[in-house]
T-cell receptor, first 115, second 108 residues
Framework: GAVVSQHPSRVICKSGTSVKIECRSL??????MFWYRQFPKKSLMLMAT?????????EQGVEKDKFLINHASLTLSTLTVTSAHPEDSSFYIC???????????FGAGTRLSVL | RKEVEQDPGPFNVPEGATVAFNCTYS??????FFWYRQDCRKEPKLLMS???SGNEDGRFTAQLNRASQYISLLIRDSKLSDSATYLC?????????FGAGTTVTVRA
């Protein structure tokens, strides 16, 4: 069964609205969670690394005020796409690592469509 | 230059055939190597780790050549269910870098 739960799986929203995506680790404590974005036929691109209780580390070119990440507990990280625009439409995937830091478990992804 | 490059394919093969493809990476400091499988509109799933000595998992064989900085995946006796996009992944300090994937389609 899934070890990382991501919700929602699909979002369709109007331009200008904010969208929150949740990523939960099931049955293990995720010291680190990662947020990726994938455009069609492209590779997953790391957006940010989130450690519990501290600020997320964003990759170059990713706006931290646009993509708000909160990792308030060892089992939950959230990504909020603020004031979403059509160019934010993408497949967003989270992953989590536990004690074995080399293995990332992926959530099922969230397909965001901004109209 | 992309960190991880893959031939996008598609590789269209009949059932039972053998298919192989490579991936190259640019960062010589990369520490770990993996092949993931991604089905259409789904999350990536770990297929296998890749070791310098080469490793096999059933019909799948992976090899790593650190000197030339490439990784290969070979699938023997292809099944219809092997149709997917195969992602090459390298890591440095637990940060994953993904290739764009190689698409394999196995036909009956």
């Amino acid at each position: 069964g899934a070890v990382v739960s991501q919700h929602p799986s699909r979002v369709i929203c109007k331009s200008g609205t904010s969208v929150k995506i949740e990523c939960r680790s099931l049955d293990f404590q995720a010291t680190t969670m990662f947020w990726y974005r994938q455009f069609p036929k492209k590779s997953l691109m790391l957006m940010a690394t989130s450690n519990e209780g501290s600020k997320a580390t964003y990759e170059q070119g990713v706006e931290k005020d646009k993509f708000l990440i909160n990792h308030a507990s060892l089992t939950l990280s959230t990504l909020t796409v603020t004031s979403a625009h059509p160019e934010d439409s993408s497949f967003y995937i989270c992953s989590a690592t536990g004690s074995a830091k080399n293995i990332q478990y992926f959530g099922a992804g969230t397909r965001l469509s901004v109209l | 230059r992309k960190e991880v490059e893959q031939d996008p394919g598609p590789f269209n093969v009949p059932e039972g055939a053998t298919v192989a493809f490579n991936c190259t990476y640019s960062n010589s400091a990369s520490q770990s190597f993996f092949w993931y499988r991604q089905d259409c509109r789904k999350e990536p799933k770990l297929l296998m780790s890749v070791y310098s000595s080469g490793n096999e998992d059933g019909r799948f064989t992976a090899q790593l050549n650190r000197a030339s900085q490439y990784i290969s995946l070979l699938i023997r006796d292809s099944k219809l269910s092997d149709s997917a996009t195969y992602l090459c992944v390298v890591t440095e300090d637990y940060k994953l870098s993904f290739g764009a994937g190689t698409t394999v389609t196995v036909r009956a």
